[in-house]
C-alpha cells in the first residue's frame, strides 16, 4: 500500500476534512489514517497546573471521534476498497500530525474560520502543518453549504516560473487527471500592485504578456507531454498573484500552490502569496513545499 493520507481529526470542525481526505486516497489508491490526539498535563499549550478533572473522559471522547470520523470516511468510498487505520494518541497535535508527515504521501487539516475577523488568524494546527510538514498539506475549510468534496471546477495551480513551483505543477497536473477535470494554471508577472507603482502605466504590457506567456508554456511543456488528457488552460496576468488565484478559486474545486513564491528564501518558511491564500481561500488548498 501507498504511502498514507494523514488527516488530524477534533472536535471543533465537522469533520469535513475527514470526507475530503477519504475522496483523495480512494483517488489516488492510497491507505488514510485518522489521527486524534489528546492532550495531558504537560503537553505543549496545557497549563501545567491544569486541574486532572479537565482531561476525565478525554480517552473515550477521542475513541468517539475517531469512530465517528471512520463512519463518515466509509459514506464517500462508494464501494470502493478503502484501508483505514485510526490513531490515539497523547500529547500535542502539531508534533504529532508533523511527525507522521515524515512518511506520509499528503497531511490533511480542517478549518473551520468563516468569519472576516477569525480568518486573520488560522488555526494554531493548520498554520504550523503548512509551514513545518514534510510533505504536501491539504487545507480543507468547513462550508456552510456543500461538503468540500462535492465542490465541482477545475484545478487551479499558481505557476511562478521558478524552480519552487515545479512540485505544485507536478502535483496539480496529477490531481487534474485524477479527478477528470480541467487544469487553470496562473501566472503573474509581477508579485505587486502595478497601480501602486508609479510609470507602471507606461511598460508594454502586450510585449510583457506575449513573453511571459511563452515562459508559462515553456514550465507546463513536459507535463503537458505527461498528462495529454489533461486539457489545461493558461492564464497570465500582470500582477497580485493572489488576488488572482483567489478569484479563480471561487469557481475551482482544488488550488495548487507552492510554500514559497518567487520570493523565497533558504529558511523561509511561508511565502506570501501562499500565506495569504489559506486565509482567504474557501476551496480545498493543498501547499507544497
Given amino acids: ?8 481529526v477534533d472536535e471543533h470542525s465537522a469533520l469535513s476534512a475527514v470526507t475530503w481526505a477519504a475522496r483523495e486516497a480512494v483517488l489516488r489508491g492510497a491507505s488514510l489514517t485518522l ?23 478525554a480517552d473515550e471522547d477521542a475513541e468517539t471521534l475517531l469512530a465517528r470520523a471512520k463512519a463518515i470516511a466509509m459514506t464517500v468510498v462508494q464501494g470502493r476498497s478503502l484501508e483505514i487505520t485510526s490513531v490515539h494518541s497523547i500529547g500535542s497535535p502539531v508534533p504529532e500530525l508533523l511527525a507522521r508527515s515524515e512518511s506520509a504521501r499528503m497531511l490533511v487539516v480542517g478549518t473551520h474560520r468563516h468569519g472576516p475577523v477569525e480568518r486573520l488568524i488560522l488555526g494554531s494546527v493548520s498554520a504550523a502543518a503548512v509551514a513545518h510538514a514534510h510533505c504536501p498539506v491539504a487545507v480543507v475549510r468547513e462550508l456552510p453549504h456543500v461538503q468540500p468534496h462535492q465542490i465541482p471546477g477545475p484545478v487551479v495551480v499558481g505557476v511562478d516560473g521558478t524552480a519552487s513551483s515545479i512540485p505544485a505543477i507536478d502535483l496539480a497536473f496529477e490531481e487534474a487527471a485524477l479527478r477528470n477535470v480541467d487544469l487553470v494554471a496562473i501566472h503573474a508577472w509581477s508579485d505587486i500592485d502595478l497601480h501602486k507603482v508609479r510609470g507602471s502605466r507606461d511598460f508594454a504590457w502586450d510585449t510583457v504578456r506575449t513573453r511571459e506567456t511563452a515562459a508559462l508554456s515553456e514550465s507546463l511543456a513536459g507535463h503537458v507531454q505527461d498528462y495529454p488528457d489533461v486539457k489545461v488552460r493558461p492564464v497570465v496576468v500582470a500582477d497580485r498573484p493572489a488576488h488572482n488565484l483567489r478569484k479563480h478559486a471561487e469557481t475551482a474545486q482544488l488550488l495548487v500552490v507552492g510554500r514559497r513564491g518567487r520570493g523565497g528564501f533558504p529558511g523561509m518558511l511561508l511565502g506570501s502569496t501562499s500565506r495569504t491564500l489559506t486565509h482567504w481561500v474557501s476551496c480545498p488548498l493543498i501547499v507544497v513545499h
Avoid: K
Fill in 35 to 57: 489521527v486524534s490526539v489528546t492532550a495531558r498535563p504537560g503537553s505543549a499549550g496545557v497549563p501545567i497546573e491544569a486541574p486532572a478533572g479537565v482531561f476525565e473522559g
Fill in 1 to 8: 500500500m501507498a504511502d498514507p493520507i494523514v488527516v488530524g
